[in-house]
């Protein structure tokens, strides 16, 4: 994996190098450090990246400059993007430290704070599920090594595009089952107690149609919840319409909402479970549901290995906790979503302390 790092303070006098920038990266192979300078290098800098696979975004730049590089996973969608955040006085809750990583699109984050018993600065890395790949530790040579195999690992992950095939379709209207998600995205909410502005925790639900759409069904289509909608409010409007073909590297939509980020997942599923007609996905746990094996992130391919290992190709009704990430239940009845107990994921989850 190749690697650059930008840190330290970029201003318009030459700005300086940070010193936990230096330490944390000295001596480590295929890592490019930039560390401190001027802010049109930074600008110069901000629009070379496409040659990295992963990109570390460490600089502190003043709030009175223009704001014209916060968007590096807008620029470079495929690559892993690495932000931070300084959190040394502790005025930044959790909640809010995700959020920031959402609003970012990033797929690590690394937050710096302040050990209250000794004064000395220390660093974590987390994703934005609220997941620690390396808990607090003062050794930053190690906490760039956790952060770097994960970021690796994120490389490894196989992802699908979605591609739209033409106008919406209208869904059906199963009032019973848009009925049961709103409440169920309620106890979401609830149990995860996200920041204000967060909407995007409360995981996706989709359905097969059923009767009365003989030619939805008759296409192969399901349907899946809009991308990023907050479930708690969602109707009809809210789905839309995937045909369960599909090709290796991409999936199909109608209309102009892109589906939820697990869809490609979802259809798989779909396909392999025939007797599965509902899923509900979220980011909390389902008790007495067995657990996958691997952390992986959402939309990756790989989830659906992890999913059909536990379970029989003609099963129907069952549950899945998804480690790191949440949880699935797949169902061939509605009556069967309404029976399932759903605890929350600990914030933050720590699978990885430090060594």
């Known amino acids: 994996m190749k690697t650059i790092v930008i840190g330290g303070t970029f201003d318009n006098q030459g700005g300086h190098k940070s010193k936990i920038i230096a330490n944390m990266f000295a001596d480590l192979e295929n890592i490019y450090v930039v560390n401190g300078g001027h802010y049109e290098d930074l600008v110069r800098i901000y629009k070379t990246l496409g040659n990295f696979d992963a990109i570390c975004w460490f600089a502190n730049v003043s709030n009175d400059m223009p704001k014209e590089l916060r968007n590096i996973k807008s620029l470079y969608p ?15 809750k959790l909640s809010y430290i995700i959020n920031h990583a959402l609003k970012l699109k990033s797929n690590l984050l690394l937050e710096f704070a302040k050990d209250t018993s000794t004064g000395r600065i220390k660093g974590r890395v987390l994703d934005p599920l609220a997941v620690v790949w390396c808990d607090f530790t003062e050794d930053f040579k190690h906490l760039a090594k956790a952060m770097l195999k994960r970021a690796s ?30 409440k169920y995205a309620e106890i979401f909410h609830e149990m995860i107690n996200p920041d204000k502005v967060v909407t995007r925790f409360l995981g996706n639900a989709s359905f097969r149609c059923q009767k009365g759409f003989p030619s939805f069904r008759a296409g192969g289509n399901i349907f899946v919840s809009r991308r990023n909608i907050d479930k708690r409010f969602i109707g009809r409007e809210g789905f839309v319409a995937v045909p369960l073909k599909h090709e290796p590297d991409c999936i199909f939509y109608f209309g102009e909402n892109k589906p939820s980020v697990d869809t490609p997942v979802q259809v798989r599923l779909y396909n392999h479970f025939k007797n599965v007609n509902y899923m509900v996905h979220s980011h909390v746990y389902i008790k007495d549901a067995p657990f996958t094996s691997t952390p992986i992130p959402c939309g990756a391919l790989e989830e659906f290995e992890e999913i059909t290992a536990l379970a029989d190709a003609a099963q129907a009704n069952f549950c899945v906790n998804l480690i790191g990430h949440g949880s699935l239940i797949l169902s061939k009845t509605t009556d069967f979503l309404k029976t399932v107990e759903y605890y929350a994921r600990p914030a933050p989850e720590i699978l990885r302390p430090p060594e």
């Open 78 to 92: 495929d690559k892993i993007v690495i932000h931070s955040k300084r959190n040394t006085d502790g005025q930044y």
């Open 153 to 182: 690992e994120l490389t490894r992950f196989t992802r699908s595009k979605s591609v739209c095939l033409g106008p919406e379709l209208e869904p059906p209207n199963i009032t019973k089952f848009y009925d049961i998600i709103r």
